[in-house]
């Protein structure tokens, strides 16, 4: 009987230290996350993890930038430009809490039963795989987004998350932010763009690498076209 009853305590001892690990593996995680999560409320990211797999990708070379070097708030930039990417990427931006559901079960249906692939990525989400996560299409990133998209929709602003969207995603092959892509392909600062060059740079995001080429392809002109049509339509809630 007494050597049942250690038997017992023993493997009660044995569940509460798996426990407590568990536990202090589950605090350690969630505040390396949100660590950054918070520091970013104020801070402007220095760098994302694309940037970094880019370099790599291509070898390391001295003329690609491992930096955002050219950030603009939110306030100076062109209305054009914000109004161009939520037409063209998230229309229900201000109204989803990071997840646009009706999307997301449309994807699920086409994907499966269709040939052609459908996403259904909120800008939320963009921002949060391209901030703090790489860009392969696996079950644990999707999961991972949607983590980090939950802590950005909780700790920062919708205006926080549109302004580092705008600052830091890839818009051709070694740019990264509005303003550098203002400067390679118009000249000229994001906070003066077009209707129209708002409109072209917001088509070109499906695919930057590819799409942000002259002449025009004629499918970016066909997008850019819909994104201007929507453009007085857009509101940009402050």
Not at 3 to 17: D, V, Y
Not at 87 to 109: C, P, T
Not at 172 to 200: M, N, R, Y
Request: glycine share 4%; proline share 5%; with cysteine.
């Amino acid at each position: 009987m007494k050597k049942k009853r250690k038997r017992g305590k023993g493997k009660k001892l044995i569940r509460l230290r798996v426990w407590k690990i568990a536990f202090d593996l589950l605090l350690f995680f969630v505040a390396l996350t949100i660590a950054p999560v918070l520091l970013y409320k104020f801070v402007n990211p220095p760098t994302t993890p694309l940037m970094w797999i880019r370099w790599v990708e291509s070898g390391a070379p001295k003329n690609l930038p491992l930096h955002l070097n050219a950030w603009v708030r939110i306030e100076q930039l062109s209305p054009n430009i914000a109004k161009a990417v939520l037409a063209a990427e998230d229309q229900k931006f201000f109204d989803h809490n990071g997840f646009d559901w009706l999307a997301i079960e449309y994807a699920i249906q086409t994907n499966l039963t269709k040939d052609r692939k459908v996403g259904a990525s909120t800008i939320s989400m963009q921002t949060a795989r391209n901030v703090f996560l790489w860009q392969t299409r696996t079950w644990s990133r999707k999961l991972m987004e949607s983590y980090f998209t939950i802590l950005i929709e909780f700790f920062w602003s919708k205006q926080r998350i549109l302004e580092i969207y705008l600052n830091v995603i890839e818009w051709g092959d070694g740019i990264f932010g509005c303003e550098q892509a203002a400067q390679k392909h118009f000249k000229h600062s994001s906070k003066t763009l077009s209707p129209v060059e708002s409109a072209w740079m917001a088509a070109v995001l499906p695919s930057p690498r590819h799409w942000a080429i002259r002449p025009t392809p004629e499918h970016v002109q066909v997008r850019q076209v819909k994104i201007l049509d929507a453009l007085p339509h857009i509101k940009i809630i402050k």
